[in-house]
C-alpha cells in the first residue's frame, strides 16, 4: 500500500519529440467495478448466513484435524518412540513436516512484503488469504518441533526463561536461532496481517446491522476513522512492516536451513543451502494459494478482482522458483562431484539411485517436470490442470525435505550404521491431521475476517486516482 | 450562533469522487485550517500533499525500536552464555557477536515491528473506540465509496456559520453540525 511518489511531474524532454506509445497496463479489477461492489463483495462473504458448503467443510476439516490430536496424544502419553525415529534417523517426519509447512507461509510473506516493495499491485486481491495461510501454516509448523522435544511440557526450555536448573538456552546451536526466527516470524507475520486488516473490520463494523457484530468488529477495528491523517501513519507504518518481513523472510530459510547446513552430515553440509531452501519455500507457498484462492475464487465469484492476470503472474512466479529449485538440485550433484568427498560423492549417488531413489524421482519429476507445462499459456487459462500442477508441487516439496532429512541420515559414514526409515502410523495421523487443523483455521479467516483487503483493492481500480477526471 | 460552541464538535461534508475531495482538500489546506482532516475508504494517493501535511515520523519509532532489540538481543546472549552459566561449546568464544547473530538480527526485527506495529497506534491515537465522528449516519458509508472532510471546532478560525459556508463553497454534499 506503500506510496508511489509522484513520477509524472519529472517528465523528460525527451518524451515530447519521440512520443512513446502508451503500453495498456492489464486491469487488476475487471469489468470496471466500482467501490461500492467491492466492499458488498467482501463483506457479503462475512455477513451472508453461513453456507452450506463452508459448515459441511469445517466439519470434515475438524474431524481430519481431530487425527492430530490423536497423534500427539498418543504421542505424549506413550513417548517418541512411537515415531518411526531411531538409529542412524533421529530427525523423520517431524522435521520434513515443519520445514514443509514452513516453507508453505514464506509465499504470504513474499506477496504481501516483497510484492509491496517492488510496488506488485496484482499483489492486492490475494495478498490478505495469502498472509492468513502464512499464520496458520507457521501454528502447523509449529507443532512438529514442540512435540519432537519429548518431553512437550518442557517445551518452554527452548525460550531464554529462567528455569529450576539454572542453566540458559544454548545460543551457539542452529536449533536455538530457529526458535528465535520462526517465533520472530509468527508474530511480526500476525502483527503486519492484523494492521492490514483494520481498515477492513472499520467497514464491516461500519455496515454491521447485528449488535454483536458491532461489538465484535469495533473490538477489532480499534475505533478506526480513515482520516488522513490516520491513513498517513498507517501507510507509513505498513511500508516498514514490509520493510522489516522481507529481510526477516529471508531469514527465516535461511536460519531453517542452518539445521542442516551446520551440521557435517553429508548431503547437508553446504552452502547452496539458505537461497536453495528460500526458493523452495516461495515455490511451494505460491503452489498453496493458488491451491486456496481456485476454488474460493469458484465458490465466491471473485473472477472480478482475481483475474486470469493474476493466476497467471503466480503460474509464472511458480515456474521461475520451480526452475531455481530445478537448477538448485543439479548444482548440489555437481558441487558434490567437484568436491573430492567420497562421502558427499556418495550422498547424491545415493540419493538418486539408492533406496530412497523412488523418493528422489517423485521430487524431481513433481518440483522440476511439472511446473515447466506453465510455460504454456494454455495450461495457465485451464485452472482444474494449474490446481492439479499445484497440489504435484506440494507433494513434490515435501518429498524434497524428506529426501534431504532422511537419504543423508539414513547412509552417512560408516555402512555398518546404515538403517532405512519409516514412519509409523502416528507419524501419519499427526501430519494428516494437520491439514485439517490448517483448514480449520482458513474456513473460519474466510468466515468472520475480510478475504480481500478492500481498501488495497479500491486503491488499484482506475476510479481511486484523483487526478483521472 | 458565531460564538464558537464547546459542545460542537465540527462541520462535515461528503463528495462522492476522489477528485472533487483532493481539489477541496486543497482549499482547505490553502484556507490556513490546522484542525481538519479527509476521511477516505483508501488512502488517496498525493492526498498528504494535498493536505499539507508533513511525512509521517513512525520511521523514528522503528529505529528506535531496532537499536533497543539489537541491544536486548546482545545483552540476553551475553548474560546467558557468557556471564551467568559460562559454557565451551565448539571452541567458541563465551560471546561474540558472531555466533549469536541469528539471534540478534530476529531480535532486532522482531522490537522494530513492535516500534512501528504500537507506533502506528500510538499516532493515530487508537484504539479510541467512542468518536463523536461514529454518531453521523453518513459516516458510515466513508469505509465504503464516500469521502467526507471535516472541520473541527478546536481551530482558531472555526466558526459555524463561515465553515458551513465554506463546505457550501467547496462542493460539499450533507453539511452536517457533528455534536460532540
Excluded at chain 1, 498472509?131 to 507457521?138: S, Y
Aim: aromatic share 18%.
Amino acid at each position: 500500500m506503500a506510496h508511489d511518489h509522484d513520477s509524472s511531474s519529472a517528465r523528460p524532454a525527451v518524451l515530447d519529440r519521440v512520443r512513446p506509445a502508451e503500453l495498456p497496463r492489464p486491469s487488476l479489477v475487471l469489468n470496471d467495478r466500482g467501490f461500492h461492489w467491492i466492499t458488498d463483495k467482501v463483506c457479503g462473504i462475512v455477513e451472508e448466513p453461513t453456507p452450506r458448503w463452508w459448515k459441511v467443510t469445517f466439519l470434515v476439516a475438524l474431524f481430519v484435524a481431530s487425527f492430530t490430536g490423536v497423534g500427539l496424544a498418543y504421542l505424549v502419553s506413550t513417548g517418541t518412540g512411537t515415531w518411526g525415529l531411531r538409529a542412524p534417523v533421529g530427525w523423520g517426519w517431524a522435521i520434513v513436516n515443519f520445514v514443509f509447512w514452513i516453507g508453505i507461509g514464506h509465499a504470504g510473506t513474499l506477496i504481501s512484503a516483497i510484492l509491496c516493495l517492488l510496488r506488485q499491485k496484482w499483489r492486492t486481491s490475494i495478498n490478505r488469504a495469502a498472509e492468513a495461510m502464512t499464520i496458520f501454516a507457521v501454528m502447523c509448523a509449529g507443532i512438529f518441533p514442540l512435540f519432537h522435544v519429548g518431553r512437550v511440557w518442557f517445551a518452554w526450555w527452548l525460550f531464554p526463561l529462567p528455569n529450576q536448573n539454572a542453566i540458559w538456552p544454548q545460543f551457539r546451536s542452529p536449533l536455538e536461532w530457529d526458535v528465535f526466527a520462526v517465533s520472530t516470524y509468527f508474530t511480526v507475520s500476525a502483527l503486519f496481517w492484523y494492521m492490514g486488516m483494520i481498515p477492513d473490520l472499520g467497514a464491516i463494523r461500519d455496515r454491521a446491522r447485528t449488535w454483536w457484530r458491532k461489538a465484535f468488529y469495533s473490538l477489532l477495528a480499534m475505533g478506526w476513522r480513515g482520516g488522513n491523517r490516520q491513513w498517513s501513519n498507517f501507510e507509513m507504518a505498513y511500508l516498514l512492516l514490509a520493510g522489516l518481513s522481507t529481510p526477516l523472510v529471508l531469514s527465516v530459510h535461511t536460519i531453517v536451513s542452518f539445521d542442516f547446513a551446520v551440521s557435517n552430515v553429508p548431503g547437508w553440509h553446504t552452502t547452496i543451502f539458505p537461497p536453495y531452501f528460500v526458493a523452495g519455500a516461495i515455490f511451494s507457498g505460491f503452489a498453496m494459494v493458488l491451491t486456496l484462492m481456485l476454488p474460493l475464487r469458484a465458490v465466491y465469484r471473485l473472477h472480478d478482482v482475481i483475474s486470469q492476470y493474476h493466476v497467471d503472474n503466480m503460474c509464472k512466479i511458480i515456474l521461475a522458483t520451480g526452475t531455481m529449485v530445478g537448477y538448485a538440485y543439479a548444482t548440489e550433484f555437481f558441487i558434490a562431484a567437484y568436491s573430492g568427498n567420497p562421502y558427499e560423492k556418495f550422498a547424491f549417488i545415493n540419493r538418486a539411485f539408492g533406496q530412497y531413489a523412488w523418493a528422489y524421482w517423485i521430487m524431481v519429476s513433481c518440483n522440476v517436470i511439472t511446473p515447466q507445462l506453465f510455460w504454456f499459456r494454455k495450461v495457465r487459462e485451464n485452472h482444474s490442470l494449474v490446481w492439479i500442477i499445484c497440489l504435484f508441487v506440494n507433494v513434490g516439496m515435501w518429498f524434497e525435505r524428506f529426501v534431504i532429512t532422511i537419504t543423508s541420515l539414513a547412509n552417512d559414514y560408516l555402512p555398518s550404521s546404515w538403517g532405512y526409515y519409516s514412519p509409523t502410523i502416528v507419524d501419519i495421523f499427526t501430519f494428516f491431521g494437520t491439514f485439517g487443523f490448517f483448514s480449520v483455521l482458513f474456513l473460519l479467516f474466510v468466515r468472520f475476517l475480510p478475504l480481500l483487503p478492500m481498501a488495497e483493492v479500491k486503491m488499484v481500480t482506475p476510479q481511486a486516482n484523483p487526478h483521472a477526471h | 450562533m458565531n460564538e464558537r460552541n464547546e459542545r460542537i464538535f465540527g462541520v462535515s461534508c461528503t463528495f462522492r469522487r476522489p477528485s472533487d475531495v483532493y481539489r477541496a482538500a486543497e482549499e482547505v489546506r490553502d484556507a490556513g485550517w490546522t484542525r481538519w482532516d479527509v476521511h477516505t475508504p483508501y488512502p488517496i494517493h498525493g492526498l498528504d500533499q494535498a493536505m499539507g501535511l508533513p511525512r509521517s515520523s513512525l520511521p523514528r519509532l522503528t529505529l528506535l525500536g531496532g537499536v533497543t532489540g539489537f541491544i536486548i538481543g546482545c545483552l540476553l546472549t551475553w548474560y546467558m552464555n557468557s556471564y551467568d552459566y559460562p559454557l565451551i561449546v565448539g571452541g567458541k568464544p563465551f560471546w561474540s557477536v558472531i555466533y549469536p547473530f541469528p539471534v540478534l538480527y530476529e531480535c532486532t526485527i522482531l522490537f522494530a515491528a513492535f516500534g512501528t506495529f504500537f507506533g502506528q497506534f500510538v499516532f493515530n491515537r487508537l484504539p479510541r473506540h467512542h468518536h463523536p465522528l461514529f454518531d453521523l449516519p453518513q459516516f458510515a458509508r466513508v469505509s465504503d465509496d464516500t469521502f467526507m472532510v471535516v472541520l473541527e471546532a478546536r481551530d482558531p478560525q472555526f466558526r459555524l456559520d463561515d465553515a458551513r459556508g465554506f463546505l457550501q463553497s467547496l462542493g460539499g454534499q450533507e453539511i452536517t453540525v457533528i455534536r460532540d
